[in-house]
């Protein structure tokens, strides 16, 4: 597959969790109902990845998420804007970014509403979606929904994306 056979330190993002780099990395996680988001931009070889548990953080003051959140990157709607927001500090064009998305297997229990049966890795994928939407970039590739989960590699200095699906009874090994 990839890229353990490189000479790049290979980082584990657990959920809850986002990395930015602008150095050479290889970023590695395990997807199920969560999803990963990824930003890279050739022209400054800057790229980050972001690993969401659930699509939106219940606290009403929202537009004040700080660092003193303990939860700060367990949400999609706060882990994608901190994202943006760091990558504001690199002067990121939107235009040259290239946005990713992955996961939202429907693992988990459905939840009821209005617009019917749900999966939490259903609502992950809408919330990512319209996060990514309403900061104006565009989705340059995706592989969301089913049933099985998802083992990743992201280099962060090309913007490569290396994707594994598994099986539910696959058994895959955390170093």
Not at 11 to 27: C, E, H, N, W
């Amino acid at each position: 597959m990839i890229p353990y056979d490189t000479n790049l330190p290979v980082v584990y993002l657990r959920p809850g969790q986002i990395y930015v780099a602008d150095k050479p990395t290889v970023v590695s996680t395990l997807l199920g109902s969560c999803v990963s988001i990824t930003m890279f931009n050739r022209a400054l070889r800057w790229g980050a990845i972001c690993h969401g548990i659930l699509p939106a953080c219940k606290k009403k003051k929202r537009d004040n998420c700080n660092k003193e959140c303990k939860e700060l990157y367990k949400y999609i709607d706060c882990a994608f804007r901190h994202m943006v927001l760091l990558s504001g500090s690199c002067a990121l064009n939107h235009e040259e970014t290239e946005v990713k998305l992955f996961g939202g297997a429907g693992m988990l229990t459905p939840h009821k509403n209005r617009h019917g049966i749900m999966s939490v890795g259903d609502q992950n994928v809408r919330m990512a979606l319209r996060m990514i939407k309403s900061e104006g970039f565009n989705i340059l590739a995706s592989d969301t929904g089913g049933n099985s989960g998802r083992k990743l590699f992201f280099l962060t200095h090309t913007g490569d994306v290396y994707l594994k699906s598994l099986n539910k009874t696959e058994e895959v090994g955390l170093q």
